[in-house]
């Protein structure tokens, strides 16, 4: 059973940092991308970064390029995201997603999520 | 960056009945497009990719269709777990991946 679980989140003060984790079973996770979405309370689905299989290609949403890092460890089957200069408008439920394929081709959709972990960026 | 359109925010359907919800891209994305369930306190659920392949485990009542700009989920034969926010997502240019906006389907 492919299973995704998130932690890290928290409350934060602006301008602070947070390292979210992403723990991967149930699949191969050296063969897949991985990506961080988005949701704020109430609001819709957001994309916020990608990772190759590889960890060769990395993307990234404007809204968080520059301070956010995406990275991930196929020994530990681990996805992180590495967040800095945190902002009141990065506050959101944040979710790994598994990608059907490796990077390239249309295969970046997603067929298992994680329950999400809840990052509030609050003074 | 290619924006997703879905032209309803809400959609009042019966139970029973069909519910038709649109989708456009503000580009030709093939058939790059995948349907999302979300039910309230849920992580999202794969539906529908390539626009019109069903995903695992999805019943034969969910259906896709389009390509190009302009894309449709029908739903047939609504049932009570079916009410739910629908996105649809753009993978065929990116970064970024975009999501339209959700379709709030409630009961009428």
């Known amino acids: 059973e492919v299973q995704l679980v998130e932690s890290g989140g928290g409350l934060v003060q602006p301008g602070r940092s947070l390292r979210l984790s992403c723990a991967a079973s149930g699949f191969t996770f050296g063969d897949h991308a991985m990506h961080w979405v988005r949701q704020a309370p109430g609001k819709g689905l957001e994309w916020v970064s990608a990772?190759?299989?590889?960890?060769?290609?990395?993307g990234y949403a404007a809204s968080v390029k520059g301070r956010f890092t995406v990275s991930r460890d196929n020994a530990k089957n681990s996805l992180y995201l590495q967040m800095n200069g945190l902002r009141a408008d990065d506050t959101a439920l944040y979710y790994c997603?598994?990608?059907?394929?490796?990077?390239?081709?249309?295969?970046?959709?997603?067929?298992?999520w994680g329950q999400g972990t809840l990052v509030t960026v609050s003074s | 960056e290619i924006v997703m359109t879905q032209s309803s925010v809400t959609l009042s359907v019966s139970p029973g009945e069909r519910a038709t919800l649109s989708c456009r891209a503000s580009q030709n994305i093939n058939s790059n497009l995948a349907w999302y369930q979300q039910r309230p306190g849920q992580a999202p659920r794969l539906l529908i990719y390539g626009a019109s392949t069903r995903a695992t485990g999805i019943p034969a009542r969910f259906s896709g269709s389009g390509s190009g700009t302009e894309f449709t989920l029908t739903i047939s034969g609504l049932q009570s777990e079916d009410f739910a926010v629908y996105y649809c997502q753009q993978y065929n240019t990116w970064p970024p991946i975009t999501f339209g906006q959700g379709t709030r389907l409630e009961i009428k």
């Open positions: 997603a598994k990608a059907t394929g490796g990077w390239y081709g249309p295969s970046n959709y997603f067929d298992y």
């Open positions: 990772i190759s299989w590889n960890s060769g290609n990395t």
